[in-house]
Structure formats: structure tokens, C-alpha cells
């Protein structure tokens, strides 16, 4: 138990029918680790997403890997279990390891599904937890499954990715591959007590792992959502799930613990028809927190100025032409932290994570309406310092303006207070530090943040000018 922070196909095969395809995931051949220049390099022989997180000062390695299978589509009916509707269709793609040493390791690897929302391959948790992971010891796995982002990572380097396709050549244009793809690398992770077989590529290089479990946001959570509704109980690989971001309705009647945790933005619609919390279920929700924050936003910048050989400190967050200040600065990456370790002892002793109210709905017709303060701040939910001692108006919500990115509705919204305002809500910096600490204790407490996110809230706040 670990101590917690709080394939090679040729050519053409033939279709099977249904009747006649066994459900089981099949092996698959990998090739690596693939060399490659360093991210950056005008060869572009670099690995396509390679970490903006310092992962050298941590021992941590990162490679990549190619996978070559075949793979079965299947149905996808409403919270039940899907059928095999053909197989052996042929697959190549590739995955990114980053893994620590051996005496960091906390025996949990997290494979996410890459975001392909846009085009680009996007490891969204990494660019919010990677600092969190490394701190810990978790090992990570990133896959590209989806044609999306293989089609964009040949066009930025033909050399490197030309040869991959989830497509079986142009005759699967529904990334109907990507469930048994996805299962295949969880696959190659080798449990304790399990040595490879002769000819198999080790790709955590001797570290076994405890736990295994998928992540993924937004469109991935969607596909995750197909995968562990549909998919997943016909071969199970994962011992849990964090669908975060997005996602239907997720089946509690398996034994895999499933953990979702959304932005405000995420919950729109979703607040009229909310799922149950139950042993196999647990949703959060952040109030204030935005799709895409400025955390993200600002990690993604450093990952394209890595990629593109430029200065990560210029890394800044782009203007995307919306009606109303971009990007929510309420850290929904620290609730998210706490959500992986809840999941973790969830899958590992059983210990249920806490529950948490969701986001108050205000009116439900004629369309749905969150309930909100004086301030336009949402109520209910986990309320973060940010957002329960508020110096500014952070939502989930906005739109484009003209021009604007057909995104900004991911965006949300950050409006700081006027002087005045401020003024009035914290006249003195012990007030407002007495209101800060009361915060971050009880969601110390509660279990929605870990210590070390409290206390550089504590300290930020602290540094601040507001009350003097």
C-alpha cells in the first residue's frame, strides 16, 4: 500500500462477424523506446506533446512508444454493455510514458485518453496535474486513439508519425478502434508480480504497478464515458476512472470505481439531470471554475513555445476575442489533485471520498439558470478560497465576441472587483486573512484540497495587497 498526499499487423485482414469475435482485447506489438531529438529541434524528430514540467530535477523519464494491433467496434447502447460488431482491423499509433525512479513510484500508473478537440493531441491532465503527479510518484501514460490526432501529428512531422493509422486504412472513420487501442496500452503495464514474456517491451522499465486507472477531459471524458459504459465490461483493464470535464451518464453497476469532477462551465445542462453519488460513483463540481483555465491555458502555452524552441517564461495566455475577460482564475486543478488521491484509496482500501453538494440551481425553465450572489459568483459546489472570498467575478461562462473564438463558452469568465468593492468586502488585511484561513480550513477538512495546495493559498493571499 502506498503512503497518499492527504502488436504488428500485416496488411488487410478479414472482418469477422459478431457471432464469431471473441470480446477480448488482442495483444499487441510495441516498438521502443522510439529515439528522438529534443522538443524544439528544427528536425521535429521530438516526441509531439513532450513535457513543459521540469521532469529531469525529479528523475522522472519521458519516452515514446509505438503500438500495432488489431482492434474490434462496438456497440454502444445506453449504460449497457456493448457487442462486438467486426474485428481484426488493423491499428498503429503511439504513447507517451513519463515515470519516476523506482524509489518514487507510488504504484499507481494513469493512463489518459489525449484531447483531440480543435485537431491537436492534448494531454489536458498533464497540463493540470503533471506538477501534482510528479510530486507524488505517479507514473503516467498518455495514448493518442483518435484519427484527429494522428492526422495532426503527421502533418507537423511526417518523418516521425507518417506511418501510424487507426483508420485500417480509411475504412473505420469513427474512431471505432480507439476502445480496444486505448485497452491494448493499459495492457502492456505490468502488475506486481508479473515479469514480461520473452520479446516484451517493459515500458515502465521495471516498476509494476498497484493501480491502474484511465483519465481524461472533456471530449476524451466523453469517449471514456463509451469506453467504461460500453466497452470496458467486456475486458476489464482499469481499476478506476477519472472523467473529468465531461462525459454522460456513468454506469455504477461494475466493480471500477468512477470519480467525475467538473467546472461550472461543464455543468450548464447538466445541473437539471444530476446522477446520484453511490459506492461505485462520485461527482464534484467547482464553483467559479472555468472548461479551460488560466492554468490551462497557461500550461498549454508553454507546451507549444517547448515544442516551437521558444522561451517557456513568454509563455502567456492568448486573447481569444471573447465578450468578457477570459479564464477563470478559481484553481480547479486543486480539487482535482485531491480527487485522484480520494480515488486512489477509494480503489486501493475501499475508503469512499467525500461527497460534495453540487452547484445551486436557481430556475429550471424556461432553460436552466444557476443560482448566484450579488457578485454573479455561482453558489453551492466546492467553494475554493477564490471563489468564497472573492476579489473578482470568476465563472465558467461567456461567449465570443465579434470574431471570437467559437471556444470562448470554455473559456469563462475572470472580472476583479473595483477598489471600492474591495475595500468594502475586507476593510482591514487581517479581516480578510481571517476569511481566507476559514476557507481553506474547512476545505482542508473536507477533503477538497491537500495541504500543500492550503498553504500556498494561505501564502498567496498573505502576499497580497487586499485590506491594506
Not at 491532465?125 to 484519427?147: K, M, N, P
Not at 467486456?234 to 468512477?258: A, E, T
Not at 507549444?304 to 479564464?327: K, V
Amino acid at each position: 500500500m502506498r503512503t497518499t498526499a492527504f502488436v504488428r499487423a500485416a496488411g488487410l485482414v478479414a472482418l469477422c462477424s459478431a457471432s464469431s469475435v471473441h470480446a477480448q482485447v488482442a495483444p499487441a506489438s510495441i516498438v521502443g523506446p522510439v529515439d528522438a531529438m529534443p522538443p524544439g529541434d528544427p528536425s521535429r524528430n521530438a516526441i509531439y506533446n513532450a513535457s513543459a514540467i521540469p521532469l529531469a530535477p525529479a528523475g522522472y523519464v519521458e519516452e515514446e512508444y509505438f503500438i500495432e494491433g488489431t482492434a474490434n467496434r462496438y456497440t454502444a447502447p445506453d449504460l449497457e454493455t456493448g457487442a462486438v460488431i467486426d474485428g481484426g482491423h488493423p491499428y498503429r499509433s503511439r504513447f507517451i510514458v513519463r515515470r519516476p525512479p523506482a524509489e518514487d513510484f507510488n504504484g499507481v500508473v494513469l493512463v489518459e485518453w489525449l484531447n483531440v478537440t480543435g485537431g491537436p493531441d492534448k494531454d489536458i491532465d498533464w497540463w493540470l496535474s503533471g506538477h501534482h503527479f510528479v510530486r507524488e510518484g505517479y507514473a503516467f501514460i498518455a495514448v493518442s486513439a483518435q484519427r484527429v490526432g494522428i492526422a495532426t501529428l503527421q502533418e507537423w512531422s511526417p518523418g516521425r508519425y507518417g506511418t501510424l493509422d487507426v483508420t485500417h486504412d480509411g475504412m473505420v472513420e469513427d474512431d471505432g478502434l480507439s476502445y480496444d487501442l486505448f485497452s491494448a496500452v493499459a495492457k502492456a503495464v505490468l502488475r506486481e508480480g508479473e515479469d514480461p514474456v520473452p520479446g516484451q517491451v517493459d515500458i515502465l522499465a521495471g516498476l509494476r504497478a498497484e493501480t491502474l486507472i484511465a483519465t481524461g477531459h472533456s471530449q476524451s471524458a466523453g469517449r471514456l464515458a463509451t469506453y467504461f459504459n460500453n466497452v470496458h465490461p467486456l475486458d476489464s483493464v482499469f481499476d478506476g476512472g477519472m472523467v473529468h470535464g465531461g462525459g454522460g451518464r456513468l454506469r455504477d453497476d461494475q466493480d471500477v470505481r468512477l470519480f467525475k469532477v467538473m467546472a461550472e462551465t461543464d455543468m450548464r445542462r447538466r445541473a437539471a439531470t444530476p446522477q446520484p453519488d453511490t459506492s461505485y460513483f462520485r461527482q464534484w463540481e467547482v464553483a467559479g471554475s472555468s472548461h479551460a483555465d488560466y492554468d490551462f491555458e497557461i500550461e498549454y502555452a508553454r507546451m507549444r513555445a517547448l515544442a516551437d524552441g521558444e522561451p517557456l517564461d513568454q509563455a502567456a495566455p492568448r486573447d481569444p476575442g471573447c465578450a468578457l475577460p477570459t479564464h477563470s482564475r478559481v484553481p480547479f486543478r486543486d480539487v482535482l489533485n485531491a480527487a485522484f488521491e480520494h480515488l486512489v484509496l477509494w480503489v486501493e482500501d475501499g475508503t469512499d471520498p467525500p461527497l460534495a453538494p453540487p452547484l445551486r440551481v436557481a430556475r429550471m425553465l424556461p432553460e436552466l439558470e444557476l443560482a448566484r450572489d450579488e457578485h454573479g459568483n455561482v453558489l453551492g459546489g466546492i467553494r475554493l478560497a477564490a471563489h468564497a472570498v472573492p476579489t473578482a467575478t470568476n465563472t465558467g461562462m461567456n461567449t465570443p465576441a465579434g470574431g471570437g473564438s467559437r471556444f470562448c463558452g470554455l473559456y469563462g469568465s475572470h472580472e476583479p472587483f473595483d477598489d471600492a468593492t474591495v475595500r468594502r468586502l475586507y476593510p482591514t488585511h487581517a479581516g480578510y486573512m481571517e476569511k481566507v484561513r476559514e476557507v481553506v480550513g474547512q476545505n482542508l477538512a473536507d477533503g477538497y484540497i491537500l495541504p500543500y495546495a492550503a498553504e500556498r493559498t494561505i501564502g498567496a493571499a498573505e502576499r497580497s495587497g487586499i485590506g491594506r
